[in-house]
């Protein structure tokens, strides 16, 4: 699998990823696979005090690689690789990240996969900065909301104390 | 007003001395209707309300119960609304599970602070304002989470947004100015549960904004950002309506509030003390922080506990969770509830009992959901768990009105205070780092339930005993008389200032269970007739 390094912009950026079978293996090995799927994945770094992302043993728990990139139906017969162009979508956090590819067999299970870094994944990683969320529409929103509150409220209270103050 | 012979409220016809703390109504005999005020509802001679009719908007009365548990409601909703949207709060600000974890216990922690001034806010400007200042004052705190960039500032918005829980003090202070005492026990216990539903509510209610929102072709996060002006938005409206419908006394006049000379202005620091050094505060204190203050921390981690251990939908998890924080609108009455029937039979000594298998009982099924595995079985374990915390916190405001007459105000909001730092506490300690999973940490804090509610084992009143030793044999301290007049000194009761506690004295002995018939003269008090 090849990318670009650098620090990537969520939903600016993009990322081309190119994929293919391992020419070193026997022959026939791919011959469960049915389909590829390219999953953004995060790195240990990222990983820290976020149990949220750990990294499992047991693949239905294993919660490392949340963001799909694509997902390719794989022939054996046609095993040249393959590549996809992906922007970095906006709900990507900010993180590092590698990318790894599964194959899996025609009941969905995971039998094979290749990554971008080595197996301790502390190489060739890449970053993402993610969007903000902010928009100067809702901060302005938010100013007026807000001036719109406490003003009635002062307002209120000094009518209340003025008309009271009036003679009945 | 009432010691005098033959004057409305000395008459003791009719009183038997089992009236239950929590009732719908005050008959008639016991307090006087005023029949020259033109209400919707019965009320006495301060024109207080002596029935309590839930569905009604009867104005002011009800319409004050109504906007009083709504604006309360209300700030539950904004102080809890970041709890189910942390799944994708975490992931737009880079947040690690301390800093989740420190949000949360700020969260519950400001308002240990703003309860404790709230109570001389609303002498001030009277409970109408001080709520509405409160919650139209921390709109802008709601609406400022659209701003949030970073953990610290994550942190400074949600303890901005706990303040509001201050609300609670407005909403008992506001019902005491609108509703007789008789009846007070259960307007106060509807309203605070009622207004404590909000923390459930909001696991419902947010994540399906922000659906909304995302629908609407919003980004994830911009959405939860944009979620957070519909909590904002109810402050602002809460807070109009509390100020154009809403009047501080059942007559309507707030300058009267302040010249109401009949309640003897007691030394506040008198007060403070016979709260401080009377051992059962403290003990409640400590209680409430494992009823109340789990209860909080769980409306803030048990939305992302569903979400990351069952692998949930948002919004599923968000219905789950708000289970959690809805059970309050039966299971905190159903505790003060049992509170009263086991009083009845077993006067205090049933209450404590009840007290303590409720909470026992809650942090018991608070173990069992930390370890459940399946889905089915965590959901009965947390509604089961619900149900005993929540029953606890109704069941410990059956007893805390007994524990003084003198501080009763101090001792309550000291007990408020304490469930607040139980919650933060709690949060620290077991969901703020990583080296401890939610589960794991639910488990302890069921464990901490059990160990920290042992102490009520201790609670004796001499009067009735507690809850393994019956009450004393001695003539004069087996008296209720005599433990509510020993908070006065011999000073103050020659000036006859005890007199109100005498009362409340005589008024306790319900607290006997069913030995009542059997309670002996009290010897030296002063008779109330030649």
Redesign the interface.
């Known amino acids: 699998l090849l990318i670009n390094f650098a620090v990537l912009k969520g939903g600016e950026d993009k990322i081309t990823v190119t994929w293919g079978l391992n020419q070193t293996v026997a022959a026939g090995t791919d011959s469960t696979y049915k389909t590829i799927k390219v999953k953004l994945c995060y790195a240990p770094i990222s990983q820290v005090d976020r149990g949220w992302r750990k990294t499992v043993d047991d693949l239905k728990k294993d919660r490392t690689c949340q963001h799909k990139i694509v997902a390719r139906p794989y022939n054996p017969a046609n095993n040249t690789a393959q590549s996809h162009e992906w922007t970095v979508e906006r709900d990507v956090p900010t993180a590092t990240y590698f990318i790894r590819a599964y194959a899996y067999d025609a009941d969905e299970k995971e039998v094979a996969y290749g990554q971008t870094t080595d197996a301790g994944r502390t190489t060739n990683l890449f970053q993402v900065q993610a969007i903000s969320g902010r928009h100067v529409t809702v901060d302005t929103c938010s100013i007026c909301f807000s001036v719109f509150s406490v003003v009635s409220l002062f307002g209120f209270f000094y009518n209340e104390k003025r008309n009271a103050k009036r003679p009945q | 007003m009432g010691d005098i012979e033959g004057s409305p409220g000395s008459s003791m016809h009719g009183v038997t001395g089992r009236e239950q703390t929590f009732a719908f109504s005050v008959a008639s005999p016991i307090v006087p209707t005023d029949t020259t005020a033109k209400f919707a509802l019965p009320v006495d001679s301060e024109h207080k309300a002596k029935v309590f009719k839930i569905f009604s908007f009867a104005n002011p009365h009800m319409r004050t119960f109504h906007l009083s548990w709504i604006s309360f409601f209300t700030c539950f909703v904004s102080t809890f609304a970041a709890a189910p949207l942390v ?1 994708i709060i ?3 600000l ?1 947040l ?3 800093d989740i974890g420190n949000a949360g216990v700020a969260s519950v922690s400001g308002s240990i602070f703003s309860r404790l001034v709230m109570g001389a806010v609303c002498d001030l400007l009277g409970p109408r ?1 001080g709520c ?2 409160l919650i ?2 921390s ?2 705190t709601v ?2 989470m ?2 949030v ?1 970073s953990a610290g500032g994550y942190l400074a918005v949600r303890f901005m947004i706990g303040f509001s829980l201050a609300t609670f003090v407005s909403c008992q202070y506001w019902m005491s100015t609108m509703f007789n005492s008789k009846i007070i026990g259960l307007v106060n216990g509807t309203a605070a549960g009622w207004g404590n539903m909000g923390g459930g509510a909001t696991q419902l209610v947010m994540p399906l904004v922000y659906e909304l929102i995302k629908r609407a072709g919003s ?4 959405a ?3 979620a957070f ?1 519909f909590p ?2 109810l ?2 409206i809460t ?2 309506l509390v ?1 154009t419908l809403g009047q501080d006394l059942p007559d309507g006049n707030l300058g009267a509030l302040k010249k109401k000379g009949d309640v003897a202005k007691d030394k506040f620091f008198k007060v403070l003390w016979y709260a401080v050094t009377n051992y059962r505060t403290w003990i409640f204190v400590l209680l409430y922080g494992y009823s109340m203050g789990v209860e909080l921390s769980t409306d803030n981690v048990i939305a992302e506990y569903f979400y ?1 251990r069952f692998d949930l939908k948002l919004h599923t998890a968000g219905v789950i969770a708000a289970t959690f924080g809805m059970a309050n609108l039966v299971a905190r009455p159903f505790g003060g509830y049992s509170s009263d029937v086991a009083a009845r039979y077993f006067g205090m000594r049933g209450r404590l009992w009840v007290l303590w298998i409720l909470q026992t009982l809650g942090g018991v099924f608070c173990i069992w959901l930390g370890r459940a595995n399946s889905l089915p079985l965590a959901v009965t374990a947390m509604i089961l768990f619900s149900i005993g915390a929540q029953a606890a916190c109704g069941a410990t405001f059956g007893i805390i009105p007994f524990i003084s007459r003198r501080s009763l105000g101090i001792i309550s909001g000291l007990t408020g205070a304490g469930g607040n730092f139980g919650s933060g506490l709690t949060q620290l300690v077991f969901f703020s780092s ?1 080296s401890l ?2 589960a794991a940490g639910l488990s302890w804090m069921g464990v901490m339930i059990c160990g920290c509610t042992l102490p009520v084992t201790l609670v004796y009143f001499p009067q009735w005993g507690g809850m393994f030793f019956p009450p004393s044999k001695d003539a004069v301290k087996s008296t209720e008389e005599s433990y509510y007049a020993s908070e006065w000194d011999e000073d103050e009761k020659q000036k006859g200032m005890h007199q109100q506690s005498l009362k409340f004295a005589e008024n306790s002995r319900s607290e006997r269970g069913k030995r009542i018939a059997s309670a002996p003269t009290p010897p030296n008090t002063t008779p109330n007739h030649v």
């Open positions: 799944p975490r992931d737009n880079n690690t599970k301390s304002y509405a200042f139209m004052l709109a802008p609406f400022c659209s701003f960039n980004t994830s996060f911009s939860w950002r944009i002006f904002g938005w402050h602002v807070g109009i100020l990351d990583s999973s939610t």
